[in-house]
């Protein structure tokens, strides 16, 4: 089953942290580290969403890169940025990112964006982040984190419905807006 679980720090509820603290003691903990609170909260809704999937704290484990995975067979993917926390889990490999338009700004498309990507991004605000998070989500899907992003890997063809193909393995992607935010979900068949 694939599915997306998302939600805004808006929803996370003093019984919701109550529970998170109970039950995902180490997401909690991880949660105080933070100094900005928007961004324990975002921490806490991971847990939340988590728990909504089924998924229990000692089921999640982290790749030396910091992705994480099951052991069940299911692929996860977290993505959190501004008020959102988003959590994908699928029978596939999955890879996904959120981003609120405006935050990626043309400077970054030099280093991150191939020639033909930052001609059809331009200075657009919304292309910028589509390619962003398209390239974030990539990322997640193989485990390579930020170095994904200089490989100079053209995404351009995923944001006209085209898959492409990566390490022989055939990437889809699907890209959503939630009011001012794009999140892309990409796909390994």
Known sequence: MNKIYSMTVAEL??????FIKQNYPKRYKKSLEFKDENDAALCLCVGVLFDNAGIK?????????????????????????????????????????IERVGRVKKSVSSRFFTENE??????????????WTLKEALSKLTGNGVKM????????????GKSIILDGKKITAELQFLGDYVLAIIKSN
């Open 149 to 160: 992003l200089y490989d100079g890997i053209d995404v351009l063809p995923l944001t006209r």
């Open 118 to 131: 930052q001609a059809w991004a331009g200075d657009d605000e919304v292309r910028l982040t589509v390619l």
């Open 57 to 97: 704290e000692d089921e999640v484990f982290y790749t030396e890169n910091g992705k994480p995975y099951l052991k069940d067979g299911r692929f996860i993917s977290v993505s959190h940025s501004g008020k959102y926390c988003v959590l994908a889990v699928f029978d596939i490999p999955v890879g996904v990112d």
């Open 13 to 18: 509820t003093s019984a919701a942290v109550d």
